[in-house]
């Protein structure tokens, strides 16, 4: 009998969660709350809404066609982060009446913005980011100072245990007090530093789970200097969505990483400079570099994804929307054209990314049009296509990524799996007849 269920093993078809650490994770499946946030207790406060959502929405088990809850879910907590960032705006810049609904607006609509909620591991950057402006909110008010410093601990440990990135903040609260000419709280940021050498601390002596074998993962130094030019190749992207990808590519370029690493030095000195002469202006700009800081120190296996620019890319609205708002005081009708258009450009850019993310199939035939050489999309794409029962076409996409990585056993695997199933192409017809009628579902027994 034909070997149906081995055509479609594992990875699933559950596209929104490549590293299969949510739907296919015991933990989160077992009802003991304890044992779930155990997984990694370092993102605990995300962990936790995953096994909240998977107890209550699927009663502990999802099946790979239910990841849609999931995509749900973050795009609810992203309206939430575009909430925090009104409010943010709002208490940053008291008397730019337009700014935060355009900062807000930018932030909702930017298919960047937008990735990390298609991809439900990306609910860690967004979950980040929500706590990060509550707590920034929480320390710019200060017309009820013992509510607002609880709120302040409070919500900077749930960020910590969103994302390490959130240990950038006691210096980034300590800039804005410097852009606002304000005296910094002692206690926030003595405090904040505090809390962030401990939680560090704890963090570098626990495992880190690299998306690549240690191996693959590129040395510090190569690593350092080529996130100085993929830095504002980001930044480029957040202002401009036009291409996106899944899973890059991104080649070394170390003459380009030494000539950026220099500008950013420079810029960085600059700012400084200025700030310190009485451009008040300059000691937000320094917020963007100290959010992008992990990035530049970090060595990832990836070293880019879009859903990782989800909290440095705030920062970039706030700067998008002061722009535009001090044109709107001086030019109101051209500024009116100016947001009009960019709001449906932007809607027209997510529309067609979201597009992407309704299969396995599109979202890895899309990434690996944009990363012909790399060896993931290849793979999954021809496994997506495998478990559809195209074949031949399957086939071809194994060849392709077999030329990538000669020596990987699992292409050989595939192969020989739809060698034998092509044995038998009765089978084969009967089985794409069933899935064509039941939307993607095998038979019982299978």
């Known amino acids: 009998m034909l070997d149906a269920e081995a055509l479609r093993s594992k990875p699933s078809r559950f596209v929104f969660d490549d590293l299969a650490v949510i739907v296919h994770n015991p933990q989160l499946q077992s009802g003991s709350l304890i044992e779930a946030m155990s997984f990694n207790p370092f993102r605990s406060a995300v962990y936790f809404t995953y096994w909240a959502q998977m107890q209550w929405q699927y009663g502990g088990t999802v099946r790979d066609t239910e990841a849609m809850g ?10 939430l982060a575009g909430i925090t960032l009104f409010w943010t705006a709002r208490l940053i810049w008291p008397g730019r009446k337009y700014l935060p609904a355009l900062a807000a607006a930018f932030f909702w609509l930017n298919p960047v913005f937008m990735e990390a909620g298609n ?3 990306g ?23 013992a509510i607002s410093r609880a709120g302040f601990f409070a919500a900077f440990i749930l960020a910590l245990f969103s994302k390490e990135v959130a240990a950038t903040l006691p210096l980034t609260i300590f800039l804005l007090s410097l852009f606002r000419s304000e005296r910094p709280r002692r206690p926030e940021i003595i405090g904040g530093f505090a809390l962030a050498a401990v939680y560090l601390a704890l963090r570098l002596n626990w495992a880190v789970e690299l998306a690549k074998n240690p191996g693959l993962v590129p040395p510090w130094p190569a690593y350092f200097i080529n996130q100085n030019w993929i830095f504002w190749f980001a930044s480029l992207k957040t202002l401009i969505p036009l291409h996106l990808n899944f899973d890059y590519n991104l080649k070394n370029h170390i003459l380009p990483g030494i000539i950026f690493l220099a500008l950013n030095l420079g810029i960085l000195a600059a700012l400084v400079f ?14 963007y570099p100290v959010l992008y800081l992990p990035l530049l120190v970090i060595p990832l296996a990836d070293p880019f994804r879009e859903s990782r620019l989800y909290l440095p890319g705030i920062w970039l609205a706030l700067l998008f929307a002061l722009a535009v708002s001090s044109a709107w005081e001086k030019r109101k009708t051209l500024a009116w054209a100016f947001v009009i258009a960019a709001m449906c450009f932007l809607c027209a850019l997510s529309f067609k990314r979201g597009q992407v993310w309704t299969s396995e199939e599109r979202l890895w035939r899309d990434a690996l049009e944009n990363s012909p050489d790399k060896f993931r999309p290849a793979y999954n794409y021809a496994s997506a296509l495998r478990r559809q029962l195209e074949l031949d076409h ?4 194994y060849l392709w990524a077999k030329d990538l990585a000669p020596d990987n056993p699992k292409v050989d695997w595939a192969l020989g799996l739809i060698d034998e199933a092509q044995k038998h192409p009765e089978e084969i017809e009967k089985l794409k007849a069933y899935l064509k009628a039941n939307r993607g579902t095998l038979p019982p027994g299978f």
Not at 70 to 79: D, E, G, I, L, Q
Not at 123 to 145: G, K, S
Not at 394 to 397: C, G, H, P, S, T
Request: overall charge positive; some cysteine; charged content about 15%.
């Open 119 to 121: 991809f439900v591991l």
């Open 123 to 145: 609910r860690t950057e967004i979950m980040a980011a929500i706590f990060y402006l509550l707590a920034i909110c929480f320390y710019l008010d200060r017309t009820r100072p």
């Open 274 to 287: 200025a700030s310190m002469r009485g451009f008040k202006t300059g000691w937000l700009l320094l917020v």
């Open 70 to 79: 999931f995509m749900f879910a973050n795009v609810f907590f992203h309206w």
């Open 394 to 397: 399957a086939k071809k996409v």
